[in-house]
């Protein structure tokens, strides 16, 4: 009830200055307000609690964390860097050399004015990783995501952040390949962590991808149908659920439970069709959904021995799932995801093929290789090496 009632009060009923209110209690309301709500009021809260004077340091630098992060979550990456950078050039982030973009390694309290100060520094520099992050430069998240050590006697707001900080180091390292790595990061976010904690869904869908991934898909499914039951019936309508949808539609299409992983799919479909203006966390789960329905439909197909006319309503079901690729924010032509889609809409094509023995382009194949990523679960281990398979063998012998 809260945001309903801040929304009223800050957009409608207040004719006065805001500067006679008191700053520090507004701006904390104004920060909680900026995660409720439509874009525009999230990114008006923030504008205004940016316009109030005599704020303390660690609110200015709490201002900035949640600018960065929305204006990050509508995909303008490169600005909600320029924006990070911009703040921790300014007095009240106390690590920054001066303008040279160069900080002090390893951090410490003693620079901080006190431990909400030193939490929001955190955030900043988190924010700032998730960034880099999403730009796919891990070189530069590397140096930055371990700058912050987390504190022997952890404050409320340092175990926030620190959880946070951890889940980036666990993303990292998975979208570097490093699996088992990733999972130990992820089992320590999970360690202090209520089973409806709005953050949950999140790091258990990186879990559950990570299983995937070390072979451990049956674990995977079941950690997946405890949790899914609970959101269900606690938050049918949440994010965090369709997270957890959207894990388990890729694990059971994994385990080759292709009804079970249709049946999840569904839902998905008539959530996202006609789903308007998403920000970058649905972006990255519509895609997922449509790549993996297209690879789904593939797969039944394989099974199925589908005729050529059939094949072309596959085939289009890829298109659909590049068409989406191509419109992300986050994706988009000419990376890898683009390049996998490409060589499983070749094998479709070379099944309707009149001469069934073509071969892929050259180097195709090398080119998603050496683009590998691990952004989706199994796409660039065995789903590129399934279809890799597929190329090399004549289509009328499969």
Known sequence: MLAPVLRHLLFNDFSQD???????????????????????????????????????????????????????????????????????????????????????????????????????????????????????????????????????????????????????????????????????????????????????????????????????????????????????????????????????????TILGSYEEASTALEPLLEHYRHYQKPDVVDDVLMVRIWVYRALLRHLQSLESRTSHEEWKNVEDTWLEARDRIQSSRVFGPPGFTHCFVELWILDTQRRQAVSQDAAPPAGAIDEAKRLREHYITGLGTFWLDKVTELLALPARRQ
Request: proline residues 4%.
């Open 18 to 252: 805001l500067t006679t209110l008191p700053s520090d209690e507004l701006a904390e309301a104004l920060i909680a307000l900026s995660k409720f709500g439509p874009a525009k009021e999230r990114f008006d809260a923030i504008a205004l609690a940016e316009g109030l004077t005599q704020l303390c340091d660690h609110l200015l630098v709490a201002i900035a964390s949640r600018k960065s992060v929305l204006i990050r979550l509508e995909g303008r990456i490169s600005e909600s860097l320029s924006h990070i950078w911009s703040t921790m050039a300014k007095d009240c982030f106390p690590y920054c050399d001066n303008q040279t973009k160069e900080l002090y390694s390893p951090f410490d309290r003693q620079h901080s004015r006190n431990k909400r100060h030193y939490a929001e520094c955190g955030s900043l520099l988190t924010s700032l990783v998730e960034c880099y992050l999403q730009l796919g430069e891990f070189k530069n998240a590397e140096d930055y995501v371990f700058l912050w050590p987390t504190p022997m006697a952890l404050s409320p707001l340092e175990v926030y952040i620190m959880r946070s900080k951890t889940l980036v180091v666990a993303r990292m390292y998975r979208w570097k390949g490093d699996f088992e790595t990733a999972g130990k990061n992820i089992e320590y976010c999970l360690s202090f962590m209520s089973r409806m904690d709005s953050n949950r869904p999140q790091i258990l869908a990186q879990k559950v991808g990570v299983l995937c991934e070390l072979d451990g898909k049956s674990n995977a499914k079941e950690i997946l149908q405890r949790d899914l039951e609970t959101w269900k019936s606690n938050r049918p309508f949440s994010k965090g659920l369709r997270r957890l949808q959207v894990s388990y539609l890729e694990t059971m």
